[in-house]
């Protein structure tokens, strides 16, 4: 297993040929994009045990990379559910200056508790569509209504770069480049 550092390392260095992603699993939900164009995105990164904290749910394998190492251009979260907007990450993911936090209301109301300044974040509301470096990120429909805590606001991903998309419904669950 690559440690946090070799993993970035690999982010930052592999090619992206055009009309392609490339694609790191980072477990649960968590992926990590990286386009032709060199924009890196996280999505719903779960790096920590905060859900052993609420629910006594401890995580099954240790988290492949520290978020306080990662400089990606935006942080993205589906909803607002801790193994999807990792409270314990949040602080360290949006530590670098350049990082945008792209969320439902209610993700982006997390985000901008822990002192992440406003205008570092953009609510994603089902039908928006923001632009980040070289990828297009829209927003669509999600159904997440877990008893204890509803997300009535949760969404989907459809990304795309230079005309070739896929959901993040669709995003295989393994490690490809």
Known sequence: MKTSTELWQEIRQVPVRPGTVALWWLYQAGIVVKTPGGT?????????????????????????????????????????????LDPDSITPFMSHEKTQFIGPPMAVERVLATGVKEERTTPAHRGDVVEIGDLSVRAVHARHMFGLEPTPDAVGYVLEV????????????????
């Open 162 to 177: 230079g005309g070739s998309a896929c959901t993040t419904a669709e995003i295989p669950s393994t490690t490809a480049t």
């Open 40 to 84: 890196i995105v996280v999505v719903d990164p779960y790096l920590s045990d905060a859900v052993l904290r609420s629910y006594k749910l401890p995580r099954n394998v240790p988290a492949p990379i520290d978020p306080a190492e990662a400089e990606v251009d935006a942080l993205l979260a589906t909803h607002s559910h801790e193994d999807h």
